[in-house]
């Protein structure tokens, strides 16, 4: 079957780094995708990777390896309004996306 | 900046009626979807549709039904509402079946009785 794992939840301090992982295992692979989404909001796009690697974007990178279904998304510097789930989402073979579950991030002072 | 909206944030219907969820686009997007989202689960696809009056069954299309007769607006319909039913509906949209983005609406929590 396919999936997405995550943790469900994480804290972290403000001003400090925090990794959220996910593993996938999916049938056919056509890039990765991580999505912010505050209480009550919709999701908004965070980042794509679809090579191996690093893509960086502000206080937010992204890693991927194929080779072990993984990525993991790096928030640095974290403020209060970082508070939030962090989704992962695979797009498989047929190319509609498979979501993980999303790993709440909560944020201390 | 894309703008997806939903009719209502929030909804209250009574077992077996029948329920309209609306979403509309201003990005004049190829591509529609509709999601359900559930505490502990990932989103899960309902339906979607690539183009006006074509719509595809995604995971979960029991007790769904969907419209799309014009491009910018996509229709969710719960012909017979039953209480596991009850959820966050997400629609999203995005410009092509592989571009990067899905842009999603603020969602409808759907509470049935």
Redesign the interface.
Known sequence: GQN?DQP?EMTATEGAIVQINCTYQTSGF??L?WYQQHA??????LS?NVLDGLEEKGRFSSFLSRSKGYSYLLLKELQMKDSASY?C?VRGSN????????TKLIIKP | DVKVTQSSRYLVKRTGEKVFLECVQDMDHENMFWYRQDPGLGLRLIYFSYDVKMKEKGDIPEGYSVSREKKERFSLILESASTNQTSMYLCASSDTPYQETQYFGPGTRLLVL
Do not use: D
């Open positions: 997405i469900t056509n890039g995708f009550g909001e919709a999701p908004t796009f794509y989704l989402a190319y509609q996306l498979i979501w993980g579950a999303g």
